[in-house]
């Protein structure tokens, strides 16, 4: 088996505030294979953004990394010098935001953002530049694009905005795309379209991808592995399908419950009690632990991430296991 | 069941119209092709809500669903068309009884960070109303805050904190307890449930639910997500710009969707039973409402088209009983 494209070991972000430290992102390892998809699920303020912002270096004071390695293709990203970050990001690793006017310049034409991202990198002729950017345009799915790429930013509708990010995004022909929750501001049949472009690319081009999302729906379709955090912490990951299937955290439990499809029409959903905890002050132990249906005494001891299952780690000490006990 | 429909909409139309500036009417003047830029936000939508009945309004972006709850809920005057409630026309009441019959009618916002005074306590929200429209029935002002703000799931203690002192979960509960405190029996949500996490929604979803068998309150349940509104309606109502193109109970829509547009967008919402699947395309944008197609509007994006659908407008009609649907294909 190959290395993976990816591979995050025990990342710690953490934000130096004059309230304390808060520890958005406490202990995150994962990784991601070539040409595969990993979802990253989450509620707000999971730590699910933070992680993405680490891997591509832009965490902003006083947030940084205090601990732990990220391994791109061998390198440890968390200690590259910001020169050296510069190089690899809009190159290696692209990222793609929630709102595409985050990525786009309003006062300057598409082709103006593309050309320059091409040649940021790589040294060709401005020909060749607008070239690339004209065909990536055509790859996401963008008609015309010759006539598009002379166009401004807001002449484009929400869904196209952000094909052109996607196709910014895909310019260098990356390794690795981190997604932060980009079709969550679109309507659900342009949210198809763009859904089914990235799982075109991902397949053709072998990209990896992170794709960082509240949604579990959206997950189910599009990625192949998944990690679901809670309060800066990955609580379980594993194959979508059995993940989805069968899931062995209490939170993810409850999450799937409480997804409207999933209930019967017209009875309450089933719902987690409680909100989600402070990060500034958790109490010891287990975070979830004040909503838990599950919990006990021994949840008041730190659980550990451990593999349960072939392939399944999960962080709890009583996890759902087993047909006998399905809720 | 009483025959008269709580709220009936007939013809409702709204325009917005952006009128031109010096230079346009100079220019207009001097023959230039210039013309005021009119906006079809809802066109011709013919509505009746029954007592009790949960309606769900599906839509997309620019479909005109929050013009017409906000048109329903006596926010926005329509451009045309009536609005009856219990059969009698809102226009044609007026003083205290127009004030009364404004009242019944309550809203909960989308966003409940924008729709809350930030400079006002919770007592003073949720209470304003109540004590300016004489409502509070002798029951001491307090009294009636605190009941209010039990019934949808707030601690009373909390009444002298200011919104922001909120969660997202929390806070739409202050705009439930606004909305109920003056005794309403129509709510209508717009998207109140749209900005919150999963497991705050399924709490807000049961409340609502909760608070309907309490209180025999009657819906208009808008929203994009297709999931809350299987899940809460009776009723599904959908839209695409500014018209309704099918109309049928929940099951029926869900189980037997008539219209293409209705099929495509079931299509494309991603539901968590489908795993590693190719997602089902709709192809093309949705059309400016400015300049909307001719004839059908989903015509250009339509799977079916047909030349009829490009000049034609198909008429909203019965296709099987409670099952209403826009679309030509029903007539052959």
């Known amino acids: 088996m190959t290395a993976p494209t990816l591979e995050v070991r025990d990342l710690q972000t953490h934000f130096f505030t004059r309230a304390g430290a808060v520890k958005a992102v406490d202990g995150v390892s994962f990784s991601v294979g070539r040409g595969k998809v990993l979802g990253l699920v989450g509620e707000s303020g999971s730590g699910k953004s933070v992680t993405g912002f680490s891997i591509i270096g832009l965490v902003d004071p006083p947030g940084r990394i205090a601990g732990g390695s990220i391994l791109f293709q061998g390198r440890d990203l968390a200690k590259l010098s910001e020169e050296e970050m510069r190089d690899l990001r809009g190159s290696r690793i692209a990222m793609i935001f929630q709102d595409p006017m985050m990525t786009l310049n309003p006062v300057l034409r598409i082709d103006t953002q593309m050309i320059e991202t091409v040649l940021a990198h790589k040294r060709v002729s401005k020909e060749e530049a607008r070239q690339r950017a004209r065909d990536t345009l055509g790859m996401v799915g963008i008609p015309s694009p010759d006539e598009r790429l002379k166009a401004y930013p807001h002449q484009f509708s929400g869904g196209m905005r952000q094909r052109v990010a996607i196709a910014i995004a895909l310019l260098h022909e990356p390794q690795l795309i981190v997604a932060d929750e980009p079709t969550t501001a679109l309507d659900v049949t342009i949210q198809g379209q763009i859904l089914a472009e990235v799982q075109k690319l991902c397949a053709t081009t072998g990209t990896s991808m992170i794709w960082i999302t509240h949604d579990l729906s959206v997950v189910a379709g599009l990625a192949d592995d998944i990690a679901v955090m809670y309060a800066g912490r990955i609580v379980e990951k594993g194959a979508v399908g059995e993940v989805l299937d069968k899931p062995l955290h209490p939170y993810t439990h409850g999450l799937i419950g409480s997804v409207p499809s999933r209930n019967k029409r017209g009875e309450a959903l089933r719902q987690i009690p409680g909100m989600t905890p402070s990060l500034l002050n958790l109490p010891p132990g287990c975070a979830f632990r004040a909503r838990c249906p599950r919990a006990s005494e021994a949840c008041l001891a730190e659980p550990v991430m451990a593999e349960i299952l072939p392939g399944r780690e999960v962080r709890c000490i009583h996890p759902h296991l087993g047909a006998s006990e399905a809720a | ?332």
Not at chain 2, 159 to 165: C, D, E, G
Not at chain 2, 257 to 275: A, F, G, K, Q, W
Not at chain 2, 285 to 305: A, D, M
């Open chain 2, 1 to 332: 069941m009483n025959a008269t429909p709580m709220l009936e909409l007939r013809g409702i139309t709204r325009r917005f119209e952006k009128k031109l500036d010096f230079a346009g009417r100079i220019a207009q003047r001097l023959g230039a092709p210039v013309r005021e830029e009119v906006v079809h936000a809802v066109d011709g939508v013919d509505l009746a809500v029954r007592k009790g009945e949960v309606v769900g309004l599906v839509g997309e972006s620019g479909c005109g669903k929050s013009t017409l709850g906000r048109m329903v809920a006596g926010i926005l005057p329509p451009t045309e068309g009536t609005i009856l409630r219990d059969g009698c026309d809102i226009k044609a009441l007026s003083g205290p009884e127009a004030r009364q019959m404004k009242l019944r009618t309550q809203m909960i916002f989308q966003d409940p960070y924008a729709s809350l005074n930030p400079r006002m306590r919770v007592l003073d929200i949720v209470g304003e109303a109540p004590r300016v429209h004489g409502l509070l029935d002798g029951a001491s002002f307090d009294d009636y805050v605190d009941e209010q703000m039990s019934r949808a799931g707030l601690d009373p203690g909390f009444k002298r904190r200011y919104p922001h002192q909120f969660s997202g979960g929390q806070r739409q509960r202050i705009g439930i307890a606004r909305a109920l405190a003056v005794k309403p029996d129509f709510i209508v949500c717009d998207e109140a449930v749209a900005a919150l996490d999963v497991s705050i929604q399924a709490q807000i979803l049961n409340l609502f639910m909760r608070l309907r068998r309490e209180l025999d309150l009657t819906y208009l349940f808008i929203s994009h997500d297709l999931g809350v509104v299987e899940h809460l309606s009776d009723r599904v109502v959908i839209m695409y710009l500014g018209r309704v193109v099918e109309e049928a109970n929940t099951e029926t829509v869900f189980r037997r969707p008539n219209h293409p547009y209705t099929r495509s967008l079931l299509d494309s919402v991603p539901r968590i039973e489908n795993r590693k699947r190719a997602f089902s395309v709709v192809k093309g944008e949705i059309p400016s409402p400015i300049n909307p197609p001719s004839g059908c509007h989903f015509h250009p994006r339509c799977p079916l088209v047909m030349e009829r659908c490009k000049v034609e407008v198909p008429k909203l009609r019965e296709i099987a009983p409670g099952q209403r649907s826009a679309c030509h294909l029903n007539d052959q």
